[in-house]
């Protein structure tokens, strides 16, 4: 039994978290979370991977994801098609503002705004994105890859045209870390690819080989963390490589480190709320994993979270040598 010690406020992020992990509820849970990140980070064996879910991009999280990447904090991202898509409107250009949740949606369709809780965007801007996309999947024709493969190409793409652009997908880029959307019809990307398939060209997103990719860095890697930022697909992709190869008799153990931020409960039945100790039944956890769940607002944990990273001044070790990929 050791006596909770008093959270003191100081100017220092990470001793304000590490303060906060000697505290109670979820305030100590996200201590917690910064040093378990830490280990991750500083553990030379281990590839991390990101799960990312929600509007994050939207919500203004863009460079301190952007952040991740360029410091090698995580290695591999999984994410919803929606979240790369934003990037990538950010990328050239269009914006998302400042809106408020109380008001009227009828009015807002009358004036092409779309709204994402209290942020809002231009409908026809999105269009023109749209149309920016299914162009180049138009001259790639005839194309069938991964999803990966997809989004690096459509990156080097944008890059060309609007080579000042900030994103996270010129950074993943830059860097040498693969993006995953598993689910990328479920997005504006996909309506893209939509567009350009009724209009004749010949695309094929392989979201088969996806599995086949990342569950091959799993393989590759001597130890894996995963951090998750909310749960869905991103998070159960990430999870299912190890039964994946578990199953192709390369047991990888499962997970050793594990983190995830969400407001998700675990009572509802739904996997975002799933817990680790859940997941290890399944062998997508280590029994012997170091993990942490916090129940919080994605949006205030993570720029918490990264600034404590920086203001620590953790430095990453030796990050994974470039992954291979092989199709099947």
Not at 126 to 135: S, Y
Not at 199 to 217: K, P, R, S, V, Y
Request: charge should be negative.
């Amino acid at each position: 039994m050791e006596p909770i010690t008093p959270v003191v406020p100081v100017p220092d992020v990470d001793v304000l978290l590490t303060g906060m992990g000697s505290g109670g509820f979820q305030g100590r849970r996200l201590g917690e979370s910064l040093h378990l990140w830490k280990r991750m980070i500083e553990d030379p064996e281990c590839t991390i991977f990101l799960g990312l879910s929600g509007a994050m991009i939207p919500a203004g999280m863009q460079a301190c994801l952007t952040e991740l990447v360029r410091r090698r904090y995580v290695d591999v991202i999984v994410s919803t098609g929606a979240n790369v898509f934003h990037d990538m409107c950010e990328h050239v250009g269009v914006r998302h503002y400042r809106g408020h949740h109380h008001v009227d949606d009828s009015e807002l369709f009358g004036k092409g705004i779309d709204r994402i809780y209290d942020v809002f965007a231009y409908e026809g801007e999105f269009r023109g994105v749209d149309r920016q996309i299914a162009a180049y999947a138009t001259s790639i024709s005839p194309y069938s890859g991964s999803s990966r493969d997809f989004i690096e190409r459509l990156t080097g793409h944008l890059q060309h045209g609007a080579p000042d652009g900030a994103s996270l997908v010129s950074a993943c880029r830059e860097a040498g870390v693969p993006i995953f959307v598993p689910a990328l019809s479920d997005s504006s990307i996909g309506i893209a690819l939509v567009m350009a398939r009724r209009d004749g060209a010949d695309i094929m997103i392989d979201h088969l080989q996806d599995a086949c990719e990342i569950t091959q860095i799993v393989e590759q890697s001597k130890k894996t963390g995963v951090v998750y930022i909310g749960g869905g697909v991103p998070k159960n992709f990430i999870q299912q490589t190890q039964v994946i190869a578990s199953i192709r008799d390369n047991d990888c153990g499962g997970h050793a480190y594990a983190v995830q931020y969400t407001t998700d409960a675990p009572h509802w039945g739904g996997l975002s709320g799933c817990t680790f100790e859940e997941a290890v039944s399944w062998g997508k956890e280590s029994v012997d994993s170091t993990h942490v769940q916090v129940f919080c607002d994605a949006t205030i944990a993570l720029p918490l979270v990264v600034s404590g990273l920086i203001s620590s001044d953790t430095k990453r070790i030796a990050p994974p040598a470039p992954f291979q990929y092989h199709n099947y």
